[in-house]
């Protein structure tokens, strides 16, 4: 008896040593919450701290602003082998935005590796400073030369949008069961497809298209089927070989092909056209003249693989972040009558029924500039950008930071603090208006980014969602189904976030 009792002395000692051993400050780490052995890192401190009963619906983001609440701007998290370190305030994220330890994204091996043919290309998810600098300017530089963030040319190309937009609205009200209710997911999805894709390769797909359809819902479900951070995934990496099925992994696999064979075909269509080098129409055919050019040498970064991960990268990126935001728009519109009244009223002052308002026209509207903004901050569709990587042991703020530790910036705790904003669960555009009755832009919406690798798209998502819910305003007022309850904003989880799919009642004004 004395025996098995002390056995069981020296087993729990030895147990609470080595708990103890792996937590966060005994390895120069920020605090953070628990650290549990074997491998489960922080997962069950999280689950004590706000239980939930599926942790594949786990949202990464709320455990993080909890967290920040309990140990403040700068913590340590764990899972599987992963050590990282959360970044909570505005003031830290603006700090790092442009250091280098800031910079240098997580190899994405564990994420999206087969994506792109399982080397490191794209823009996304460039670690190395070469490939990234040298791609993001020539994308950059590139689209614009084809109209992108020239106002002239983007106007156009979305008022061409628009049109159709308005015209799948009325015929879905009149083709409902129930005549008005129209069901919202991703009907923005192939409108800004087209716009991005009339700069990107030159052309704009038919809105009923079947096959491009069927690629971008099934783009959409794989965006929905993982995280940046995704807690099953990090602890048990394995899962992903052995039971791709349990982690969504096999649905992934299908949708990088799918991807593979969408941009292949578009590839070889434009070689056949055979323009590309006399006469470049798009980015794509610029691109294809930059590997001609190249061909003899043998360290160009530009090869046709590299071209399909661009076109993956763009798309993939582009149409979900802002189908989601315009979802959130509209969403909040039918939520808000008032605010969707005001800004009625607003946007039938500056424009005439009959026009489809323009940038200029916006820039005219104070109210619905704050309501454009007030919903980029409550439907932060971007809570977690890709972590990053520290590249060699870094001193920061008293703390040693090991190389190799993950740095995740929390947008959500900076969007959503209580401190800052006084109200932040509120839908509330009057907060970025002046007394004078001028729109007042705030920093601290943050849905682009910071620093170096801010987003790309930013030209085009501030005329898109803007003119696409204005010009739907102007025709359609928006409510609550009668008879159901209000839709909910809660999130579908994904790398990029949306309302879940919800149902409005559409009425010509
Ligand atoms: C509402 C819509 C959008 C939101 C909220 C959004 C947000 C973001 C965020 C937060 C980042 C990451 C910044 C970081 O890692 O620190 C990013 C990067 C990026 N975005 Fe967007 N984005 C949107 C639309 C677009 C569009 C339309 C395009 C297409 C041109 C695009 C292309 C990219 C690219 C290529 C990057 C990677 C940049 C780099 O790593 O250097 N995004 N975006």
């Known amino acids: 008896m004395f025996i098995v009792f002390s056995l069981g002395v020296v087993f729990i000692a030895v147990f609470v040593y080595y708990v103890y051993s792996i937590q966060f ?292 990126t582009g149409s979900t972040t802002t189908n989601g935001t315009l979802n959130y728009g509209l969403l909040f519109l039918t939520l808000n009558p008032e605010v969707q009244r005001k800004c009625q009223e607003e946007i039938d002052r500056v424009v005439p029924q009959h026009l489809i308002p323009s940038v200029e026209d916006i820039e005219r509207m104070p109210y619905f500039q704050a309501f454009i903004l007030e919903t980029h901050r409550c439907a932060c569709v971007v809570p977690n950008p890709i972590p990053r990587l520290v590249p060699k042991d870094w001193n920061y703020r008293g703390y040693k930071i090991p190389k190799g530790t993950f740095i995740i910036s929390n947008h959500y705790s900076v969007h959503m603090s209580k401190q800052y904003w006084g109200d932040p669960e509120v839908f509330r555009p009057e907060r970025f208006i002046n007394e004078k009755g001028e729109f007042v832009p705030d920093k601290r919406v943050v849905h682009f980014g910071y620093g170096k690798r801010i987003c790309i798209g930013i030209s085009l998502v501030n005329s898109v969602v803007p003119i696409f819910l204005s010009s739907l305003l102007q025709k359609f007022n928006f409510s609550v189904v009668p008879g159901t309850k209000p839709p909910s904003t809660e999130p579908e989880i994904g790398v990029s976030l949306s309302p879940s799919e919800f149902s409005v009642l559409a009425e010509k004004r």
């Not at 003031?91 to 087969?114: G, R």
């Not at 497809?193 to 390769?201: E, H, P």
């Open 25 to 316: 400050s005994s390895r120069g780490l920020p605090p953070g919450p628990n650290m549990w052995p074997f491998g489960l890192g922080v997962l069950p401190s999280a689950l004590i701290r706000k239980p939930v009963f599926n942790i594949s619906k786990l949202r990464p983001w709320e455990y993080f602003d909890l967290w920040y609440k309990d140990y403040g701007e700068l913590y340590s998290v764990q899972a599987g082998n992963f050590y990282s370190v959360v970044v909570a305030s505005h003031e830290i994220m603006t700090e790092l935005a442009n250091a280098e330890e800031y910079s240098i994204k997580v190899s994405h091996e564990l994420f999206t590796y087969p994506r792109t043919f399982n080397k490191e290309l794209g823009l996304i998810f460039v670690s190395n400073p070469e490939i990234w600098v040298e791609m993001r300017k020539f994308t950059q530089r590139t689209l614009r030369e084809f109209g992108f963030g020239k106002r002239h040319t983007m106007q156009s190309a979305i008022e061409a949008e628009v049109q159709q937009l308005l015209q799948e609205f009325q015929e879905r009200i009149e083709s409902s069961d129930r005549k008005g209710v129209v069901s919202i997911r991703t009907i923005f999805v192939l409108s800004v497809l087209n716009v991005l894709w009339c700069m990107v390769a030159g052309k704009r797909y038919d809105r009923n298209d079947p096959t491009l359809v069927e690629m971008m819902e099934r783009n959409f479900s794989m965006t929905k089927s993982t995280t940046f951070i995704e807690p099953v995934q990090a602890i048990a990496p394995g899962l992903k070989k052995s039971f791709p099925w349990l982690v969504g992994e096999d649905m992934r696999l299908k949708v990088f092909q799918e991807c593979h064979e969408f941009t292949r075909s578009l590839i070889e269509e434009r070689k056949q056209e055979g323009l590309y080098l006399t006469e470049p129409q798009s980015y794509l055919d610029v691109f294809l003249r930059k590997i001609y050019e190249n061909k003899e040498n043998s360290k160009s970064i530009y090869d046709e693989e590299q071209l399909q991960s661009m076109l993956a990268d763009l798309l993939q």
